[in-house]
């Protein structure tokens, strides 16, 4: 079973919408991250929170963590065609000294129509 | 500051060849790690560095693979005797220090083509 899945895969909407995306993941955690990337480029670092925090904003981005379901929101609002990319949340582990192994989900794919 | 620097950017290897993918951490970061994407696939940890000393290559392939970052130069992933299954995205990515190891920048990516 794999940590950190994002839902839904796929997500295509019109400039100026509003796109959420979804992370669930399944063994308690330290932080958790989202990422960006651009098609073929690396990954940019959008924003983490700490598994004692709900919510969390930064610009348009707004991420929220529930620990008791596992799961991680991230809300763009106001999309942008720059917006399109894919998104990935990353894991961190909890306890054992090994926080650096992010666990990374299969990503959503996210359009903005122009 | 110059981000995470990885070159080349694209490679590629014929069957049975080797490849050498190098990593230069961000300025300030003594932490690399690589990772590895396979298409249509979310990164994978193959293994985490510091200067001279590998930490935990519990994610690398037990053949062919290894990593290495040494006292002066770039970190250097070497795939020996490389195979169609090694095509893929391999990231580096640096931290600055032990507590904020979770926190990791990330390079633009070496894309590997075995042909």
């Known amino acids: 079973s794999q940590q950190g899945e994002e839902d839904p895969q796929a997500l295509s909407i019109q400039e100026g919408e509003n796109a959420t995306m979804n992370c669930s993941y399944k063994t308690s955690i330290n932080n958790l991250q989202w990422y960006r990337q651009n098609s073929g480029r690396g990954l940019v670092h959008l924003i983490l929170i700490r598994s004692n925090e709900r919510e969390k904003h930064s610009g348009r981005l707004r991420v929220t963590l529930d620990t008791s379901k596992k799961s991680s929101s991230l809300l763009i609002t106001a999309s942008r065609a720059a917006d399109t990319a894919s998104y990935f949340c990353?894991?961190?582990?909890?306890?054992?000294?090994?926080?650096?192994?992010?666990?990374f989900g299969k990503g959503t794919l996210l359009t903005v129509n122009p | 500051n110059a981000g995470v620097m990885q070159n080349p950017r694209h490679l590629v290897r014929r069957r049975g060849q080797e490849a050498r993918l190098r990593c230069s951490p961000m300025?300030?970061?003594?932490?690399v790690y690589w990772y590895r994407q396979l298409p249509e696939e979310g990164l994978k940890f193959m293994v985490y560095l510091q200067k001279e000393n590998i930490i935990d290559e519990s994610g690398m392939p037990k053949e062919r693979f290894s990593a290495e970052f040494p006292k002066e130069g770039p970190s250097i992933l070497r795939i020996q005797q490389v195979v169609r299954g090694d095509s893929a995205a391999y990231f580096c990515?640096?931290?600055?220090?032990?507590?904020?190891?979770?926190?990791?920048?990330f390079g633009p990516g070496t894309r590997l083509t075995v042909t």
């Open positions: 990515a640096s931290s600055p220090g032990w507590d904020r190891a979770y926190e990791q920048y």
């Open positions: 300025k300030g970061h003594s932490h």
């Open positions: 990353a894991t961190g582990p909890r306890g054992g000294g090994s926080n650096y192994k992010l666990t």
